[in-house]
């Protein structure tokens, strides 16, 4: 029961990251530097909310690149990763079916596009922005004496990486919250979402393994 409140969690707050920060992109747009800070924000905010609601049930990854980087670690079980992955994706596909209700497809959905057309360079820009967000991540979880501000240093990292990737990818660095909008947006969104489900798990692994052998050292 404990591991199906868990996955309840992960959808849950899978759920109001795509409907709450993907629709902010969807509804404010990126064009402005209003609308652009308001969706790094929004993101950031989601996370935020997320960490202190059901951060204590699930820890609150809402993300397979967290997950996959604690599965490496060794703090998340291959089960439960599993879990937390079709979890993730179910609520990433359910909060865009909602958004889409109300938004339309037109809106874009907050999906997620290549930097200039170019699959390379977007693989790239999303394994960097995907290892430094999961490396704040591993770090701020890593001592007990964080848990009470390790939220708000997770929803900033996130809102971090959004204000720099935006412009390049839209910024994914999460493989549910690209596939949820891309699913009902179709085309290249659709046809280009591997990329955003790809490049975030190396990034996700990269992190876990760069920080496991930084904190190995520190303990020497």
């Given at each position: 029961?404990?591991?199906?409140?868990?996955?309840v969690a992960e959808f849950i707050?899978?759920?109001?990251?795509?409907?709450?920060?993907?629709?902010?992109?969807?509804?404010?747009?990126?064009?402005?530097?209003?609308?652009?800070?308001?969706?790094?924000?929004?993101?950031?905010?989601?996370?935020?909310?997320?960490?202190?609601?059901?951060?204590?049930?699930?820890?609150?990854?809402?993300?397979?690149?967290?997950?996959?980087?604690?599965?490496?670690?060794?703090?998340?079980?291959?089960?439960?990763?599993?879990?937390?992955?079709?979890?993730?994706?179910?609520?990433?596909?359910?909060?865009?079916?909602?958004?889409?209700?109300?938004?339309?497809?037109?809106?874009?959905?907050?999906?997620?596009?290549l930097f200039e057309g170019k699959?390379?360079?977007?693989?790239?820009?999303?394994?960097?922005?995907?290892?430094?967000?999961?490396?704040?991540?591993?770090?701020?979880?890593?001592?007990?004496?964080?848990?009470?501000?390790?939220?708000?240093?997770?929803?900033?990292?996130?809102?971090?990486?959004?204000?720099?990737?935006i412009s390049f990818t839209g910024?994914?660095?999460?493989?549910?919250?690209?596939?949820?909008?891309?699913?009902?947006?179709?085309?290249?969104?659709?046809?280009?979402?591997?990329?955003?489900?790809?490049?975030?798990?190396?990034?996700?692994?990269?992190?876990?393994?760069?920080?496991?052998?930084?904190?190995?050292?520190?303990?020497?």
């Amino acid at each position: 029961m404990s591991s199906i409140k868990k996955y309840v969690a992960e959808f849950i707050g899978t759920f109001v990251l795509v409907f709450f920060a993907c629709g902010t992109a969807a509804m404010v747009g990126c064009d402005t530097p209003a609308g652009y800070l308001a969706t790094a924000i929004a993101f950031g905010l989601v996370i935020v909310a997320m960490a202190y609601s059901i951060g204590n049930v699930s820890g609150c990854h809402i993300n397979p690149a967290v997950s996959i980087a604690m599965l490496v670690s060794g703090k998340l079980s291959f089960k439960d990763f599993i879990g937390y992955v079709l979890a993730q994706f179910a609520g990433a596909t359910a909060g865009a079916a909602a958004l889409m209700a109300f938004a339309g497809k037109d809106s874009g959905l907050g999906t997620n596009a290549l930097f200039e057309g170019k699959i390379v360079a977007s693989l790239v820009i999303e394994v960097i922005l995907t290892f430094v967000f999961v490396l704040a991540i591993l770090g701020v979880t890593s001592k007990i004496e964080n848990s009470s501000v390790a939220g708000i240093v997770i929803g900033l990292s996130l809102t971090l990486v959004h204000l720099l990737g935006i412009s390049f990818t839209g910024t994914s660095v999460n493989p549910a919250r690209s596939f949820g909008p891309a699913l009902f947006v179709g085309g290249e969104a659709l046809s280009t979402v591997w990329v955003f489900i790809v490049a975030p798990l190396v990034g996700g692994v990269l992190a876990a393994l760069v920080y496991k052998f930084l904190d190995s050292k520190k303990a020497e």
